[in-house]
């Protein structure tokens, strides 16, 4: 079975730090893989999405970025932490094959910048 | 401009109140209509795809259904352990790697 791993679980980061998060997914290969932003009792907001190594399209003009570098590996990263940036960041993957949308989200970073 | 709402925002029951909770959608093509429960500090859990109108999905006291417009999450005698943040969200035939629109959510609390 397909398993989905996000760390760390939460971060506290002064403001003009940088971030990295981490997500892998287990069990598959060749997923596509986003990016999400909850804030407070609000709706998730993609961030980034991923059809394969190396591709990364961003939907927000932020000061964030990602990469991936494997196949199952995305990262979010930041050279300089903004006080909005603060969130609960969420990563999903999803079967590369027709037919199917379907998302699966990791377990999530609460990101608290200070 | 696709949109996805959900209403209404916060819902409270007594255990074995059945409700209904509403997502409407107004997007260029449907592909897919998606429900996830969030628990607090924790990530969506997937609950059910709809992709015809028509379409109905059952899980436990849990049922979703899809009309042209819209689709419901029906509660059917619900327990506390219902209690959470449930979710909608739609893809789109313009999008062919799957993009979700999402909706705000609805939070339910069901009290014994």
């Known amino acids: 079975s397909q398993t989905i791993h996000q760390w760390p679980a939460t971060l506290v980061q002064p403001v003009g730090s940088p971030l990295s998060l981490e997500c892998t997914v287990e069990?598959?290969?060749?997923?596509?893989l986003y990016w999400y932003r909850q804030a407070a009792g609000r709706g998730l907001q993609l961030l980034f999405y991923?059809?394969?190594?190396?591709?990364i399209s961003s939907e927000v003009p932020q000061n964030l970025s990602a990469s991936r570098p494997q196949d199952r590996q995305f990262i979010l990263s930041s050279k300089k932490l903004l006080l909005s940036d603060s969130g609960f960041y969420l990563c999903?993957?999803?079967?590369?094959?027709?037919?199917?949308?379907?998302?699966?989200f990791g377990p999530g970073t609460r990101l608290t910048v200070l | 401009e696709d949109q996805v709402t959900q209403s209404p925002e916060a819902l409270r029951l007594q255990e074995g109140e059945s409700s209904s909770l509403n997502c409407s959608y107004t997007v260029s093509g449907l592909r897919g209509l998606f429900w996830y429960r969030q628990d607090p500090g924790k990530g969506p859990e997937f609950l059910f795809t709809?992709?015809?109108a028509g379409e109905e999905k059952e899980k436990e006291r849990l049922k979703a259904t899809l009309t042209k417009k819209e689709s419901f999450l029906h509660i059917t005698a619900p327990k506390p352990e219902d209690s959470a943040t449930y979710l909608c969200a739609a893809t789109m035939t313009t999008d062919s790697w799957g993009k979700f629109q999402f909706g705000a959510g609805t939070q339910v609390v069901v009290t014994p």
């Open positions: 709809l992709y015809s």
């Open positions: 999903a993957w999803s079967p590369l094959r027709e037919g199917t949308d379907t998302q699966y």
């Open positions: 069990g598959t290969s060749n997923p596509n």
């Open positions: 991923s059809v394969g190594i190396g591709q």
